[in-house]
């Protein structure tokens, strides 16, 4: 099925990028593994060195002294809006109105990660979602690349990026559904492993039906690495029978300037998908000159309207500043 869809090009800025969770029954490299104790602990970010890698934004980030940020507008029927001038636009870093000094809409090739639930729950309905995956892979241009993590009772690294679409199809043709769902794990594991992609938009695709059931990392854990990530996610939650995994996929998917679709039929997710590979490929870059000079390494929130009524626009909420 052929879909419509923009693409930009980010300079050297950084982009939000996607996350999808992805299973495959087939175990290889790059698991987390397991410690004695029942879970573990990610440290609160604190004010960082000058050359720490954490001083770079997820999908916003401070280069010299521009911050760019990515948005995705759509209308009331779910299409991306092109053709925006910067004079459509607010923006505002700590409720303080900044100059949008330059706007583009250029495409730009994408850094894929396919987070995919291949736990139990998934038996009657893998199927559909693997063949919207390969669905997804025929909106692929040149440049771009995908790396697969299919997780059940914990994740594991099927493949590290790659432009063979056929390899990762072939992995997810494999699978066989079983065990629990560490959901938390497996997003983790995905954006470790987005820190090697070599394109500027990034992006999570995860795919699942259920909350977490077993892993270390808490939900409260993920969501302060998602801040802290150059990655955009987009989620779609397979509303099937007894899902419990929504909020949280659209809380971290809302937060990372991505969203998360929920689907209560299976023939309802081509159409989802379908949805988000337009989102992915349809953004806008807004550039500007923060009026806060203070490298103090502290969290600045950042808010998008745009002038039309009648759209929707999804933005990362915001981003570290450098630290002296």
């Known amino acids: 099925m052929p879909f419509a869809f923009h693409r930009f090009f980010l300079n050297t800025c950084c982009v939000g990028t996607v996350l999808m969770t992805c299973w495959i029954g087939i175990g ?6 397991r410690p004695s104790e029942p879970r573990v602990s990610i440290t609160p970010r604190t004010p960082v060195e000058p050359n720490s890698a954490t001083q770079k934004s997820a999908s916003i980030r401070l280069d010299v002294k521009v911050v760019q940020i990515s948005v995705t507008v759509t209308d009331p029927w779910d299409r991306p809006v092109a053709g925006l001038r910067p004079n459509d636009f607010r923006l505002f870093e700590d409720d303080v109105e900044q100059k949008i000094v330059y706007l583009s809409g250029e495409e730009a090739p994408a850094s894929v990660g396919l987070i995919f639930d291949a736990s139990g729950s998934m038996r009657d309905k893998i199927e559909t979602s693997v063949a919207a995956v390969d669905q997804f892979f025929q909106t692929s241009l040149p440049g771009d690349e995908f790396l697969l993590v299919r997780f059940s009772d914990k994740p594991t690294l099927i493949t590290g990026f790659t432009d063979d679409t056929r390899e990762i199809s072939g992995w997810l043709h494999s699978i066989r559904p079983k065990g629990w769902t560490a959901l938390h794990d497996a997003i983790y594991l995905g954006i470790q492993k987005m820190k090697t992609a070599r394109n500027s938009r990034k992006a ?44 949280f996929l659209e809380k971290i998917s809302d937060e990372a300037g991505g969203r998360m679709i929920r689907v209560r039929k299976l023939e309802e997710l081509p159409e989802a998908m379908e949805k988000l590979s337009r989102d992915l490929r ?34 990362r909420r915001g981003y570290y500043a450098p630290a002296e």
């Not at 290889?28 to 593994?33: A, G, N």
């Not at 502290?298 to 009648?310: D, G, I």
């Open 28 to 33: 290889l490299s790059d698991e987390i593994e």
């Open 204 to 247: 999570l695709l995860v795919l699942s039906d259920g909350g977490d059931n077993n892993s270390r990392y808490s939900a409260p854990e993920i969501r302060d690495l998602v801040r802290e990530s150059d990655v955009r996610i987009y989620s779609i939650g397979l509303q099937i029978g007894m899902f419990q995994g929504g909020r």
């Open 282 to 315: 349809s953004q806008y870059l807004l550039g500007y000159y923060s009026t806060n000079a203070q490298n103090d390494g502290r969290f600045r929130r950042v808010r998008v309207q745009v002038n039309h009524p009648t759209v929707h626009a999804s933005w």
